[in-house]
């Protein structure tokens, strides 16, 4: 059983990413957050001792490492942060469980170029908090709406 607290992270990530390339089974000890009897999490951490099947290692938006792995117990995907994780032990178990497909990458229409209004309209529904907006022409007797 390997402790974190005694190595650097770009050791036990590579111990992490060697276990996904071998395919084989991780037990991990790690701190997660407790939840109250309606599912809602308390802010609490406690400790937890699963052996899990690595699929995917990756950075979260905000700079954190994750992997995501197969819950042997529960079969259910489990997505952990490398900075919670306590002590772990790599097996020479294989993996046994299937793991969730990856969605597929679907290629958006090509750009218009006939038109500034039909690009404008294009670039709005690519962000999706902006897609329903669009764009009106405001005349000068509609002082509400220049302010």
Same mark, same amino acid.
Request: aromatic residues 12%; hydrophobic residues 35%.
């Given at each position: 059983m390997r402790n974190t607290n005694?190595?650097?992270?770009t050791k036990t990530l590579a111990d992490l990413y060697r276990a996904l390339d071998r395919q084989q089974v991780v037990?991990? &000890?790690?701190?997660?957050e407790e939840k109250d009897d309606a599912g809602k999490k308390t802010g609490r951490l406690v400790e937890t001792v699963r052996s899990l099947e690595i699929f995917d290692i990756r950075?979260?938006?905000?700079?954190?490492?994750?992997?995501?792995?197969?819950?042997?117990?529960?079969?259910?995907?489990?997505?952990?942060r490398v900075d919670r994780?306590? &002590?772990?032990?790599?097996?020479?178990?294989?993996?046994?469980?299937?793991?969730?497909?990856p969605t597929k990458y679907v290629r958006p229409?090509?750009?218009?170029?006939? &038109?500034?209004?039909?690009?404008?309209?294009?670039?709005?529904?690519r962000d999706q908090d902006d897609a329903?907006?669009?764009?009106?022409?405001l005349i000068q007797t509609q002082a509400a709406l220049a302010a």
């Open positions: 005694r190595q650097t992270t037990t991990v &000890s790690f701190l997660k950075t979260t938006r905000d700079g954190r490492i994750v992997f995501e792995a197969m819950d042997r117990a529960t079969g259910e995907a489990r997505t952990i994780v306590l &002590s772990y032990t790599v097996h020479r178990m294989a993996y046994i469980l299937d793991r969730p497909e229409a090509p750009a218009p170029t006939t &038109s500034v209004y039909d690009l404008f309209l294009y670039e709005l529904a329903d907006y669009t764009p009106r022409t």
